[in-house]
């Protein structure tokens, strides 16, 4: 019996379901009953039927199905598969910040621990942050942790937008340069880039989307040839839905070493020996729960 086959009866037998994010290496994509980005996987994790959730992220996006979720089971395979940017915060800092400015509302990125949640308004993703920051009432916000996106999201508000100075290693790794070479070579493409991006990336950027952003325009798009500025286990995707198209990495060092962390071995584990489980201290949950919530009514930004 194969991986695939392996993990189909252990699913069964569980009564489980999949998710993967769309930087996961293409057979976790392959195996997943759902791929999406962090609120399209949020969706799902509340909707399903599942008993138990495997969860191939990182850190964060199980939590988030755990506080979603309180009555059901959530594994995630790896647990070395942490989220560095959601690192570059803790619930402490931000307090200090919130004392700054008292006056300010605190949006988080969903790229955050559930402690970081608890501490927060409302949370976002790339795909609603600006929409969620202009669905405030208030005209200050703190932005937590992604530079890039803040400063993003304070070019298309009027919002007064204090940024944490956080950000993502592997989008940070893509440089105008790279841009600039691939642009070069394929003159007709159109260049599509993630939020999480140096500004001066997303001043080259002919559209700045989220990663279903990405998917939704590549297929729409009378287009053949686009290069694309996120991790490149989003192009897996893009190349199986859009089988006519050429879609080029902005530079092949995009690799979150993190997501690439999950492996098929890794799901027949945590489904046959149900770990590594989830969990989230109860007072923690319901506070996150509320900024997840609150994030979800707001809705999709793209």
């Given amino acids: 019996m194969n991986d695939f086959d392996r993990i189909k009866r252990l699913k069964k037998e569980k009564n489980a379901i999949i998710l993967a994010h769309n930087y996961q290496r293409g057979d976790v994509q392959d195996v997943a009953d759902f791929v999406g980005d962090s609120f399209g996987l949020s969706q799902k994790a509340v909707s399903s039927g599942a008993d138990v959730i495997v969860f191939c992220g990182v850190d964060f996006m199980a939590e988030s199905a755990a506080v979603l979720n309180p009555g059901k089971t959530v594994l995630m395979p790896e647990l070395s598969a942490q989220c560095p940017m959601a690192g570059m915060i803790t619930p402490g800092s931000l307090k200090l910040e919130k004392e700054k400015h008292p006056g300010a509302a605190v949006v988080c990125y969903v790229n955050t621990s559930a402690a970081v949640k608890a501490e927060s308004d409302v949370c976002c993703t790339s795909a609603n942050a600006i929409k969620v920051v202009n669905s405030m009432e208030e005209d200050e916000i703190i932005f937590v942790p992604d530079r890039n996106l803040a400063l993003y999201v304070a070019a298309n508000t009027e919002k007064k937008i204090i940024p ?3 950000y993502c290693p592997t989008h940070h790794l893509i440089l105008p340069g ?9 003159q007709d493409a159109l260049v599509l880039v993630h939020p999480e991006c140096r500004p001066e990336v997303v001043a080259l950027a002919d559209k700045v989307l989220s990663t279903s952003g990405m998917l939704k325009y590549a297929a729409q798009s009378s287009s053949k040839e686009f290069i694309i500025g996120t991790e490149i286990g989003l192009l897996h995707r893009l190349n199986r839905e859009n089988p006519g198209k050429k879609f ?9 070493p993190n997501m690439k962390m999950n492996t098929l071995g890794g799901i027949i584990r945590a489904l046959e020996r149900g770990e590594h489980v989830i969990k989230v201290p109860e007072d923690i949950r319901k506070r996150a729960k509320l900024a997840l919530d609150r994030m979800l009514e707001v809705g999709r930004g793209d």
């Fill in 248 to 256: 080029i990495p902005a530079t092949r060092y995009a690799v979150c």
């Fill in 164 to 166: 944490w100075n956080g």
């Fill in 178 to 186: 790279d841009i600039l070479l691939e642009k070069e070579e394929h």
